[in-house]
């Protein structure tokens, strides 16, 4: 048992050593090379992996562009635990790329992404209900989880729950809350976040 303990150890550092050098060889600009590395981690059977490699067929980086082998990979990638995964095959339904469109799966695989961590996962999520897609229309939870974004470092999310904060969408309106969130959308680079905080200002709020 001890001796498999460390062989698990051993597959995980090797595996995260791999992971290192194919971000390195995409971020010089080799993504054949990365695109290579991705996959021999995935077939390893690391979900890291599997989304690295999800990613660039998807975007046609280093492999010829194939979404259909996309929406494979972020499954397998997902199903292994890789949150990332779940977010982005989120995506492919919603979009009806590389499979036929489902926001109602989509929803669920945003939930799975929300719930491991994935601001942007919460943000998609929040929208889906905010929108009424895949999901019953519910305001309150469309704040609840562009909250949850924003607390995560998502700028769109601190935009998008200042902007529920501005108009009264639910929660109670309250536009200096609204300038306090558009503030931080804004110190995050979000430029409507800018837009609308100066805008609020001038109104005197």
């Known amino acids: 048992m001890k001796k498999l303990f460390f062989l698990m150890l051993f597959v995980a550092s090797l ?6 050098d194919a971000l390195s060889e995409y971020d010089k600009g080799n993504k054949a ?3 290579e590395l991705y996959k021999k981690v995935c077939d390893g059977g690391d979900a890291e992996g599997c989304f690295g490699i999800g990613f660039m067929y998807s975007s046609g980086e280093g492999v010829k562009q194939d979404k259909f082998k996309a929406v494979e990979l972020f499954k397998k990638a997902c199903d292994g635990g890789f949150v990332l995964g779940c977010f982005s095959l989120g995506v492919m339904y919603v979009n009806g790329e590389g499979v036929k469109q489902d926001r109602f799966k989509a929803v669920e695989l945003y939930k799975k992404a929300c719930d491991g961590g994935v601001a942007e996962g919460c943000f998609n999520l929040g929208n889906m209900y905010y929108d009424g897609e895949g999901v019953k229309q519910n305001k309150f939870k469309a704040v609840e989880l562009f ?3 924003c607390d995560g470092g998502y700028a769109i999310g601190c935009g998008m729950l200042g902007a529920m904060y501005a108009d009264g969408e639910g929660v109670k309106q309250d536009k ?3 300038k306090a969130l558009f503030g931080l959308a804004c110190d995050m680079q979000e430029e409507l976040g800018c837009k609308n905080y100066r805008k609020l200002n001038e109104q005197g709020f």
């Open 15 to 20: 595996f995260g050593d791999i992971i290192q």
């Open 33 to 35: 090379k990365a695109a």
């Open 147 to 149: 909250k949850i974004a």
């Open 176 to 178: 200096k809350k609204a």
